[in-house]
């Protein structure tokens, strides 16, 4: 059986063994990204700090080492849900377990003109009165008859909503073609404090049993949970070092072990 492994750059994971202090944050985990010829440059710039590098380790391929299963990771660097149901529904395999390791709701994606039309770009939607950063596009509503703004975007409550309905298609896919499944939060999501009642409407309508600890706080999703730990590359670099990946994917094995039991595996 294989174990395919959705999320964001989490799911990719990394080599770095354990915390490095002072690490920079451009050595993972893009240490795994890059070409042969960055990684060395990179090897050689750091190389007081590297030492111990390992093969890319994240808990989706910690988990299928445990179960003895193949492993695909169908992860990539600041995608977003939208791009994970995506890749889900033209990816998953009858005969594989599927990992989701949600990302921040505040990500989305566009099609763009790259690549004869093909290449779905990461953005953020933020509110017209933030700073606009890199990939950030202001979400600035428009302007009625008497030259003022209509409303101001709920960017936050609008990104639960919208997390919530991924998950309930993305279960109903994977019910529909008998495929089991566990989705977790790799970054926090807010789901323990509901920004609104069709919010609240909507996680009524998720299958927890299929979820890790969905409706947790901050602390106890991928991101946070490793960060209080120490368990990250850097106090600059909040990714899961190679120890958080495993001692992640520990917390996730026994409900992955009663899922696969479920489906009669």
Known sequence: MKLLHFGCSFAMGNGIPNFIK??????????????????????????????????????????????????TREADNGISNE?????????????????IGLTGYNRREGLTTADNNSHWHTWKQVDANDPVGYKDLAFDPWINKEGQREYKPAIEEEG??????????????????NIPHLIFNALYNGFDQ????????????????????????????????????????????????????????????PQCKEILKLHGH
């Open 83 to 99: 791009m994970i149901f995506r890749r889900l529904i033209s990816t998953a395999e009858k005969q594989s377990f599927v990992l």
């Open 194 to 253: 509901p920004l609104t009642n069709e919010c609240k409407k909507l996680i009524n309508k998720i299958d927890l049993n299929y979820c890790y600890n969905l409706q947790a706080n901050f602390d106890n999703c991928q991101h946070g949970w490793c960060l209080q730990k120490g368990l990250t590359v850097s106090e600059i670099d909040e990714h899961p070092n190679v120890q958080g990946q495993k001692a992640w994917g520990d917390l996730l094995l």
């Open 22 to 71: 002072g690490l920079p944050a451009e050595v993972a985990p893009k240490l795994h990204w890059k070409t042969k010829a960055k990684r060395q440059q990179m090897f050689t710039k750091y190389k007081d700090k590297l030492k111990n590098i390992e093969e890319p380790m994240s808990c989706g391929k910690h988990i299928a080492n445990a179960l003895n299963f193949a492993y």
């Open 160 to 177: 639960q909503i919208r997390t919530a309905i991924q998950i309930i298609y993305m279960q109903a896919f994977l019910k529909t073609n």
